[in-house]
């Protein structure tokens, strides 16, 4: 890609403690005529990778929402092209961002229906993992699903839940963000052949497509929403525990009412770490622990 033309790719930043997330606000056209060769070439492996993966794995609204948006497997999808099809269907439009946005203007995005979509793919040496978001993730991970009108209608309710949330403070904040990361990112689904994956956090990886639904490591427990609003996570690894949904409408309906006395209930308390079973758990599958992080339990 051409330096001059391209907008600012903005990357956490690696430094002698770790990394630290930069945040950017800006919005940005996709410069589609500057992506070079090696960002086409990265687009298809991945994609081609990931849909021989997800067949078997991947929930069937999912696949059949990526093939409906005509994504082209071959090189970098156009948004303009993709919002022609997405705004006729649920109202939803993507719009290119630089990075990582704060979570206020990511929830207010969300509740206007504009998912953010980053406009860079992740480098040639980076294509087996990524922390932050890039164009793989977005596009391919979270982009589908917004074809589906009830999982569609859900990611704006979780738009204007944000809103209220950071309003109340971090507390609700963090109840609402577990909500995210435990269906968005990595929900499971039941359907009649078996479990399949919706959640976008493992659609976009290689690994954790099969680990998902495979590994006898994780716990596969039924969803329970304030369940899922004390279980706290970890972003550095595959997860410990996934949440499984019957049906996108269960998921809606369980997150119709206002949270504001949920998270006063939360508030007294104690967060569950990540790979706990509870007695009062539906308990799909109760993982092994195998090959977990042995360190302090996220
Ligand atoms: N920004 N571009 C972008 N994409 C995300 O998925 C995203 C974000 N900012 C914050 C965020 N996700 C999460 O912290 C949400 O739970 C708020
Ligand atoms: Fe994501």
Redesign the pocket.
């Known amino acids: 890609m051409s330096a001059q033309s391209q907008p600012r790719r903005v990357e956490n930043l690696h430094t002698d403690k770790g990394k630290v997330p930069v945040y950017a606000t800006g919005i940005v056209a996709q410069p589609w005529d500057e992506y070079s060769a090696d960002d086409h070439a990265t687009w298809a492996t991945l994609y081609a990778r990931q849909r021989e993966l997800l067949v078997g794995r991947a929930s069937s609204e999912f696949l059949r929402a990526q093939d409906a948006m005509g994504m082209t497997p071959d090189r970098i999808p156009r948004y303009a092209q993709l919002n022609a099809v997405l705004e006729q269907a649920t109202g939803w439009t993507l719009i290119g961002v630089e990075g990582l946005l704060p979570e206020l203007d990511f929830f207010e995005h969300l509740a206007n229906r504009r998912f953010p979509v980053t406009w860079w793919i992740r480098r040639p040496d980076q294509l087996d993992y990524i922390e932050e ?1 890039d164009l793989f ?2 596009l391919f ?2 982009v589908p699903l917004l074809m589906n009108p009830v999982f569609a209608d859900y990611m704006a309710a979780y738009g204007r839940g944000g809103v209220k949330a950071h309003a109340i403070g971090p507390d609700a904040l963090q109840n609402l963000t577990r909500l995210y990361w435990y269906t968005v ?1 990595f929900g499971l689904i039941r359907e009649a052949e078996g479990l399949r994956i919706y959640g ?2 493992i659609v976009s990886s290689s690994g954790e497509s099969v680990h998902a639904l495979e590994s006898a490591a994780p716990n596969r427990i039924g969803f329970d929403l304030e369940r899922v609003m004390r279980t706290r996570y970890r972003i550095d690894s595959y997860q410990k525990t996934y949440f499984v949904i019957d049906s996108f409408e269960q998921l809606m309906d369980a997150t119709r009412p206002d949270f504001t006395p949920v998270y006063a209930r939360l508030a007294t308390q104690e967060a569950i770490p990540a790979g706990t079973v509870l007695d009062t758990d539906t308990v799909l599958q109760r993982g092994t622990g195998a090959g977990w992080p042995t360190d302090a339990d996220a």
């Open positions: 978001p993730h977005d991970g979270h990112e976008s956090g």
